[in-house]
Structure formats: C-alpha cells, structure tokens
C-alpha cells in the first residue's frame, strides 16, 4: 500500500565531497559532546576542591585559569606558591598577564576556601588527566575545522553561505553536508521539507489541532538551521528586520518561536539561491524585500 499510493521516499545517499562533508559534521559533533562532558567534569571538581575559584576566574578555559588549575590545583599550592609566584608563571605562558592583583585575590581566595582537603593525591591525578584529555579534543576539534574548511571550498558557490552575516563554517558545512547537491532539488521547499520544518495539522476526524512543523527528515540539518537563526538574529539586520516585522504585523502576527521557524524557511530559500544560482548574498537586496512586503501589507 505504501508503494501504491506513493508515501514513501528514495534514500539519498551523498558521495564525493558531500559525504566527506556529513561525516566531518558528524565528527565535529562528537567532538562538541565529549569536550562538553569534560567541561562539566572539571566544573564539578572545581565546586569540590576549589569553589571560591569561579569568584576569581568566571571560565576555567581562560589562560590564566587553565595555567592556574594546571600548576596550583589546589588551595594549599596556591597559598604555598604566593601571588608573586603564580605571576610569573602567567607572564611567562602569556602576552598579556593577568597580573599581580588577580593573582593576590586567588591566594586570598584559597586562604579562606572551605573546599574539600582530602584525597588530594588522587584528585589532583585526575583533575590533570581531564584537562589533557580537553586540549587533545580541542586540537582534533580545531583540525577537523580546517578540513570542513578545505571541503567546503570544493563545492560550487558554498564559500557565498558565509558572505551571510551570522552564518559561519559550521552552519554551511552542516546545510551542504545534509542536503547534498543542491541541483537535486527544483523548489527549495523540498529542502524545507527535508530538514523537518514543512507545516502539518495535527487534525483527527472532528477534530482540528494547531499547525505545526512536522519534525520528519534530517535533524542534524534542522538543528543547525535553528541555532543559526538564533545566531543570525543576534547579529545581522536584515534578518532581524524581518523577525521584528513578523512580531507586529497586523495580520496574523507571529510568535517569537514562530517567526524564528519562519526565517529558517527564509534562509533556507537564500541558501538555495546562492548555492543554485552562483549569485552573491546581498543584504540591500533583503532590506529592498522587507520594504515591499511593508508597502503591501499596508
């Protein structure tokens, strides 16, 4: 019966750079959830043996914290090595040190910390095995950048996604990987419709639900679109233009959630444009579309 009426759909499997592509975003990926689980693992040994340290340093990946928790640990080795100490080792690893101020705040801190003091050895052990295990994610992670870099740059017309502003590497290499060859597609709501974000009515017999995006197709590409749009929002004017006049319009205003769904739509129509046609991304060209969809809505 499926075959019958139609409702199914053929599995596309990329090849060439394409693959590479998705394989590299699914890497970077794994990457991402790994260096987030040791980021939340640090955190938490911090708040046991060191909890006064996030009132000195609000993020433990900075230079002068990540020297700081790699030669002094602990509150007893900070108060042991003093803030004369501890500068020193910061101007020697960095540029610009913290200086001597930061540093006498940090042994004032471990001098009244109430963290835990035993079973240091051990605890010391692992602090420095999970920070090893950080920086050697975050060097695959920088490297495999540079190949979705290089990949990117094989494909026709892709280096125009990041002429977007607020659209970066990781968002073209996504919307490229996921969807293919663009040329595969006739209309870019197929690609809508690809990532999920295609409308449905969730309507049974004499009932009649919300409309709302089906949610069916490639989450990864779906995802990625959505934390762009947050990105782009926070970032680019013509796009934010266009999320303020879908909040207020007369008729039919949208919510916030609604109007950010929308523009994934949007964005995906300019990605097609770009991609199929080889034409660069201009930003008066949107603000000139906004204007006319004001003048005919008014």
Known sequence: MLVKDGRYREVYIPEDVYQELREAVAERDRLVQRMTAIDNQVARWIDIHFPEYQTIF???????????LRHFPTPEKIVSAGPEKI????????????????????VKAAEESIGRKTGLVAAEASLQNLLAEYELYRRQYE???????DLLKQVPNAEKLLDIKGVGL???????????DINRFQDPRQIQKLA????????????????RISRRGRRRLRHG???????????????????????????NPLTKMQSI???????????????GNGTDYSADKMLSDIELGMRAAA
Do not use: P
């Not at 490297?143 to 870099?149: D, Y």
């Open 58 to 68: 609000s993020d433990w990946q900075g230079k002068a914290a990540l020297l700081t």
């Open 225 to 251: 679109l959505f934390m762009a749009m947050i990105t782009i929002l926070a970032t680019n004017q013509e796009f934010r233009m266009l999320h303020q006049k879908n909040l207020i319009r007369e008729k």
């Open 261 to 275: 769904i929308a523009l994934c739509g949007k964005l995906i129509r300019v990605f097609y444009g770009l991609l």
């Open 143 to 149: 490297q495999l950048e540079q190949v979705m870099m």
């Open 196 to 211: 999920g974000f295609n409308l449905v009515e969730n309507s049974s017999g004499k009932h009649n639900g919300k409309t």
């Open 170 to 180: 990781i968002t073209a290499a996504t919307f490229v990987g996921e969807v293919g």
């Open 87 to 106: 500068e020193a080792i910061w101007k020697k690893s960095m540029k610009r040190s913290a200086g001597l101020k930061k540093a006498q705040e940090l």
